[in-house]
């Protein structure tokens, strides 16, 4: 079954330690991203990557580190977690066909952070 | 990227034709129209996407006036599990990283009424 798979799908941890929520595609998609949601503010864009070893920010990278060693992983790191980051995580991923061609996004779960 | 408008709520009855309404009208020509939903929380998914044509899914269909400046998304037979926020989305077709980027609005929020 083609899926994005996050993990945790919850996690509690205290300000300032570090932690990394994983990603996963089997769908074998150059582009993934990773998205917060939060009350009033919507899904924005953390970062996003191209392909392996190609990353760039998003709308709110500050805070956040990424990286894209193997296609199918993307984890999203928070080096020094503050309360601000408390939100909703999602991780997507898609194709970039060729031709112009227009192809859906896939998401995760959600992994669902508190720092504290 | 177009902005959308969308109404924050709806009802539907159970079993009935549930028609989404947005309007896009500074959408340019080589921008599409996307539809997503999010089921409480849930990752969003993926519902249909057109240009100008109509088209036509196993989920819904999607229907973009001739002037392209707003679309309805129908969900033919809505169930309770149609009950989510729905998304429309519009974005052009160029290729390059922060073109693949989803600009989510409020959406609409979708309730079905048993």
């Known amino acids: 079954e083609a899926q994005v798979t996050q993990n945790p799908r919850y996690l509690i941890t205290v300000t300032g330690k570090k932690l990394t929520v994983t990603c996963s595609q089997n769908?074998?998609?150059?582009?993934m991203s990773w998205y917060r949601q939060d009350p009033g503010l919507g899904l924005r864009q953390i970062y996003y990557?191209?392909?392996?070893?190609?990353?760039d920010k998003g709308d709110v990278p500050e805070g956040y580190k990424v990286s894209r060693k193997e296609k199918r992983n993307f984890p999203l790191i928070l080096e020094s977690p503050s309360p601000n980051q408390t939100s909703l995580y999602f991780c997507?991923?898609?194709?970039?066909?060729?031709?112009?061609?227009?192809?859906?996004?896939?998401f995760g779960q959600g992994t669902r952070l508190t720092v504290v | 990227d177009a902005k959308t408008t969308q109404p924050p709520s709806m009802d539907c009855a159970e079993g009935r034709a549930a028609n989404l309404p947005c309007n896009h009208s500074?959408?340019?020509?080589?921008?599409?129209v996307y539809w997503y939903r999010q089921i409480h929380s849930q990752g969003p998914q993926y519902i249909i996407h057109?240009?100008?044509n109509n088209e036509t899914n196993e989920m819904a269909s999607l229907i973009i006036t001739e002037d392209r400046k707003s679309s309805t998304l129908i969900l033919p037979h809505a169930t309770l599990r149609d009950t989510a926020v729905y998304y429309c989305?519009?974005?052009?077709?160029?290729?390059?990283?922060?073109?693949?980027?989803?600009?989510f609005g409020k959406g609409t929020l979708l309730t079905v009424n048993p």
């Open positions: 989305i519009v974005r052009g077709g160029a290729r390059g990283g922060s073109n693949y980027k989803l600009t």
């Open positions: 997507a991923s898609r194709y970039t066909s060729g031709g112009g061609k227009l192809t859906e996004a896939f």
């Open positions: 057109g240009l100008k």
């Open positions: 990557s191209m392909n392996v070893e190609v990353t």
């Open positions: 769908m074998n998609h150059e582009y």
């Open positions: 500074t959408i340019s020509g080589n921008e599409y």
